[in-house]
């Protein structure tokens, strides 16, 4: 048994597929069918190219609604010589669109023509309603819509391989085609594998698996123009996974068959394309997303791809957009897709795997005038990172790392206006500054917070890298919060502070507080394991000032060196038995059912410049610190006292 | 009746409906639903705030397959210190995505695991098979994910207003939920109108309107999220469409009248929304497309917009974008679109009226370092013209025109990546040319020419503002082609010259040359109508050097000062009787039908400044005259002679 993966570089690994690909004839558009012109040919690749067979207007048109005539009649007129045209022989009433006479050049629009009542009174009654009186002469062909204006017969007017918009429905539609012949749509079969899966909405046990990654597939080729069937799932069980993947492959063009792509003991995916075909590809050096298989089954005469999709949600996403996307595109006879760009400053240094290309995960925003990238988690079991990333930058093989600073090219998953309403907000983590974020979403502002604690907070706005940030640093000398850190940290910035929300810092601990945990004197207990928050979160801060207070050093806390970053972190280690308690604030304890032992009373700040104080980008989230609605919310959760939400501290 | 609209400025109109739509209860979400969290959610509105209602992993799990163990258990082991670990009760094996023993509080991965069987040869059997060997002390929790590392139990996942991606629905799944409440689709009935409407496919009369508006509005508003209902075609009967609209809006959120909005003879929109309810709105001064209503319709209690959307085309399609698509953004809660946009320079003047809003369509390339926008046609009836334009810039109110040379922000509708890989062609047209747009449409290529003649094209090399002209200019004194001219007009520019085809000219007539026309000499005939080619253009500069030669005055004919700027446009107006003859090519006369006398053979070049010459973006144009297939279709047209194709003449 192989333990572990022999990756080959990207492209190596595209050139063997597209190879077997070329082999099996796979390599083109597959096939093309003739659909009827109407709104569901939204989106569809054309098969063929439109040559009009008719032109538009395929007639001579009044542009206008007025009255046709022959130009050369009206060559006399002048603004003191007006002439008149009897209607019927000489000017002829047409709506817009009507086909012109046969003896008529040019169309007077209706506003340009004289009322002729007043101006012929004195003529005969039923004469007068027959003439119409003009004093311009007109151009031949002036409001006239020509014949092939638009269009004129036999010419180009969309190439083969154009993905078809609403307007080019209606181009189509107007050069003569009732009906087009686009790219087959190809069919995907998507396979979950895995006795650990569970279906989404069930309860979950330790070890189970919600079995998400089809519907991302799914979606994915969906999205890509393919159609996508989801099988149920298959426990481990390698006969019955090479039933169901030859089965699939009768009437898919392309499998993809889901986990059990690596190489551990129950990873039958390698093994299942060996049985049914050929093992071109195990492994590729991509991160996250290495583990990836690439194959051929099914018989010499028709063979199908198949791809062995990594099971971290995060790899089997990069798995499609790298493998599969650019495989439906060729067989839609259209581009692959290609993102768009946006150069960025990397916020912190990276390291990178040397022997892979790296697909980093980041979150963009426009600081000032500078457009930062923040790189997010690199784990590939962390959906959320991809959920939050404005775009990705691929440090390519051979590179070990960035310094903090460098520029980065980024392609977006974000329409890149977004990135202009996008604010930056970096410090200590408090559960309204999610409530924030959801209320600015309806104000097309985004939020993004990176809960580095408030300390990182500060030192990123000294770096300019933040709009905001959030922070709860107690000055033990003073009893006040935060100025002094402003003072010292930001000593040259000038910035507003102004107070979010007043909240309760204690221990949290399970459910009936079982160990009986009081007060810091028990973190000193034998039987206690502490979670502890990161070095310069205001909750350390907080815990360092208490036990130096009390006298406890931190040598005799379990558990002191163990760090989490946001106080629901700190709960989930304690709900979790990680831990058995952990200092933080009590809407986390309830969040996840968690006892709370209430200690201190502390206000948590926002430090905002006062280049983006009352900003056009930060003006709503500073009404929102005004609103009763907002305030009310809050003062609902447990522990939280909004009597000085807004309050201008400096 | 009013013959003529008082058009309001847009921000007034668009004031008036929302006010309107405010009282009537329709400014915000519509309804929401509940439906399964699938891959059809895709591209859906989340109506609710998604709230993690358990943690991912909801478990602490394995990262790899190997080993958990207790950390602390490691403490003395050094890579000359080994430690042996008993499995069972030491370490247990687990595979990725195991949930932890209890006992264990990291993993090692089983390549950092010593072959035992080796080191321990000597122990007893069964021994050996129970026991790890590792050289390294493991911190705690490392290759652990522990409970909450992606989403915590509580945290926001996603913010109501989020259109759902293909990774918001993995991330939505593993945060607990089966099923998400999103905004109801907003439903649009769509209403074509015009007793001179025919349907998609059907022979066309002169006079007759093929009805495709309804098929674009239809994919517009599924595009931007909506249910689409198409009606059958409704004569101008007044009664009847009033009967059409009240039952249309008895099932639906938003109607689109489509034509009948104008003033004319038999628009019937207007008086249509004021016998159902309240007229806003007739005439918004945009351009195209000023001719809107906006009303609301039906009882009190229940009152719905409609919208009363003018008959061109692109004056329709225009409508959508300004008025449809932000209502229903609206309704579904998020932004409305954001076009991306792009600075370019004007190649050339506009003017345009002071009044409106003028929506100006462009095709935009990159030239050099330049980016250019060339203006479209500004027809509304032009549908072709959106079909090429790649974005549009808005003269707003007040503005007369730009110079050329001016920087407008363009709206893009394309990809910025197809700007880049835009051939801008300027010069003469050949059919040729539409061919070769075909073939690099398959080559990632796409080609944009702009038919202004041989002159009209070297003098656009002369400003940068365009990658190559096409060219057929004769000299007169040495029978030679093109290389007098561009030693003249761009004698700095260092250019190569390759031939693309030899073609016949000749005279374009009407099918059995009913007027026997044989010679240059019958133009000058009384009961003769020429169509003529505009300044500049290679057929133009022929013919006025042959009538030179025969002697013949341009006075002496008729319609000598009509000119159209392609040889198509020379052919339709032929096939249309708007000429009795024309000079151009035999493929154009072929493509109408129209019978073709010969009279001279030409050729026609490339004209490609050094420094695009065999550069990326036109190496495939460049391998397209060496192509065999290439040449083969071209020969096959009539009159086209490929001998000389792809020789360098200079």
């Not at 995960?361 to 930062?372: C, N, W, Y």
Request: glycine fraction near 10%; proline fraction near 6%.
């Amino acid at each position: 048994m192989t333990i572990y993966l022999q990756d080959i570089p990207l492209p190596q690994a595209r050139e063997r597929f597209e190879a077997a690909l070329k082999e099996a004839g796979k390599i083109g558009v597959l096939g093309s069918e003739e659909i009827p012109l109407d709104e569901h040919a939204l989106g569809r690749v054309l098969s063929t190219p439109i040559w009009a067979s008719i032109s538009s207007p395929h007639y001579h048109a009044s542009a206008m609604d007025g009255y046709a005539i022959y130009s050369s009649t009206t060559s006399l007129a002048g603004p003191t010589h007006p002439i008149e045209l009897l209607i019927g022989t000489q000017a002829a009433y047409v709506d817009t669109g009507d086909p012109l006479p046969s003896w008529c050049d040019a169309v007077i629009p209706i506003e340009n023509i004289e009322h002729v009542s007043e101006a012929i009174a004195t003529h005969d009654q039923l004469q007068k309603m027959m003439r119409i009186r003009i004093r311009a002469a007109v151009t031949p062909w002036s409001h006239v819509r020509t014949m092939g204006e638009d269009i004129v017969a036999t010419q180009l007017v969309l190439p083969a391989g154009h993905s078809l918009r609403p307007v080019d429905l209606g181009a189509i539609a107007a050069s003569g085609h009732a009906s087009i012949r686009v790219a087959r749509k190809p069919s995907i079969a998507i396979l979950p594998t895995g006795s650990e899966l569970v279906p989404v909405g069930q309860p979950v046990q330790a070890g189970d698996i919600i079995e998400y990654n089809s519907i991302v597939l799914a979606s994915q080729v969906i999205g890509w123009g393919a159609e996508a069937t989801r099988y149920p799932m298959t426990g481990d069980d390698f006969d019955l996974i090479c039933q169901r993947v030859a089965d699939a492959a009768r009437e898919h063009d392309l499998i993809l068959l889901n986990a059990g792509s690596s190489a551990g003991s129950e990873d039958f995916s390698s093994r299942v394309v060996e049985r049914l075909g050929e093992l071109l590809v195990h492994g590729v050096a991509v991160r996250p997303g290495h583990p990836v298989i690439l194959g051929m089954i099914g018989k010499k005469l028709n063979r199908i791809p198949i791809i062995g999709v990594p099971g971290y949600p995060v790899s089997a996403i990069l798995t499609g957009e790298i493998f599969v996307e650019p495989l439906i595109s060729k067989w839609l006879g259209k581009s692959p897709q290609v993102p768009i760009t946006m150069k960025a400053t990397l916020t912190r240094k990276v390291t990178s795997p040397a022997g892979d290309d790296d697909y980093m995960r980041l979150a963009v925003g426009r600081v000032g005038d500078k457009v930062l990238a923040a790189p997010l988690s690199r784990g590939a079991g962390v959906i959320t990172s991809m959920v939050r990333a404005d775009g990705i930058t691929i440090l390519p093989r051979g590179v070990q790392g960035l310094p903090a600073g460098s520029e980065v090219e980024v392609n977006l998953y974000r329409h890149p206006s977004d990135i202009n309403n996008t604010i930056f907000a970096i410090g200590s983590h408090d559960i309204t500054i999610d409530i924030l974020a959801q209320l600015l979403a309806e104000k097309d502002r985004r939020l993004i917070s990176a809960n580095v604690g408030s300390m990182g907070g500060l030192i990123a706005l000294s770096r300019g890298e933040c709009h905001l940030a959030g922070s709860h640093l107690l000055d033990p000398e003073t009893g006040e919060y935060n100025l002094k850190y402003v003072q010292e940290i930001i000593p040259n910035l000038p910035v507003k502070i102004i107070t979010l929300v007043g909240r309760q810092q204690g221990l949290l601990v399970a459910k009936g507080n079982p160990k009986q945990i009081i007060s810091l004197q028990d973190l000193a207990r034998n039987d206690v394991a502490y979670i502890n928050r990161q070095n310069g979160a205001g909750t350390r801060v907080l815990l360092d000032y208490q036990l130096r207070r009390l006298g406890i050093s931190s040598d005799e806390i379990r558990g002191y060196s163990n760090e989490e970053y946001t106080h629901l972190s700190v709960a989930a280690a304690v709900a979790s038995e990680r831990a058995d308690c952990g200092l933080g604030i009590e809407a986390a304890a309830q969040a996840l059912g968690l006892d709370f032992v209430p200690m201190y009373q502390e206000r948590y700040d926002l430090i905002i410049p006062q280049s983006y104080y009352e900003s056009r980008l930060l003006n709503p989230l500073l009404d929102l610190l005004m609103d009763q609605g907002f305030k009310n919310t809050v003062s609902g959760l447990p522990g939280y006292n909004v009597d000085q939400m807004g309050q201008v501290i400096l």
